[in-house]
């Protein structure tokens, strides 16, 4: 078991910036696989980042160049800079921790992320 814990969203205006953090606890032999994925009203849930132990990112498209995933092995915790913030980012994130891509993981509680016009 794998125990996960979101905090650093809340509202911000179009153009600013919000840190999230995600703090592992528990099974940390299965944390080879971090990310942060968002849910907004009416949508389904989608990746935003994820990062490999070795330090390997991912993307999605929408957030290429104004987000940055990173992670902390010795301190377990991965952590999201968000810049750029647009009204369209507004959603829940949640922070994954899994060990194989096709695995579903572990989800902490989510925090929301509000990003006014």
């Known amino acids: 078991q794998v125990q996960l814990v979101e905090s650093g969203g809340g509202l911000v205006q179009a153009g600013g910036s919000l840190r999230l953090s995600c703090a592992a606890s528990?099974?940390?032999?299965?944390?080879?696989?971090m990310g942060w994925y968002r849910q907004a009203p009416g949508k389904q849930r989608e990746l935003v980042a994820n990062?490999?132990?070795?330090?390997?990112?991912n993307y999605a498209d929408s957030v290429k160049g104004r987000f940055t995933i990173s992670r902390d092995n010795a301190k377990n915790m991965v952590y999201l800079q968000m810049n750029s913030l647009k009204p369209e980012d507004t959603a829940v994130y949640y922070c994954?921790?899994?060990?194989?891509?096709?695995?579903?993981?572990?989800w902490g509680q989510g925090t929301q992320v509000t990003v006014s016009s």
């Open positions: 994954n921790a899994k060990n194989f891509a096709w695995a579903s993981g572990y």
């Open positions: 528990g099974s940390i032999f299965s944390t080879n696989i």
């Open positions: 990062i490999i132990r070795g330090g390997s990112t």
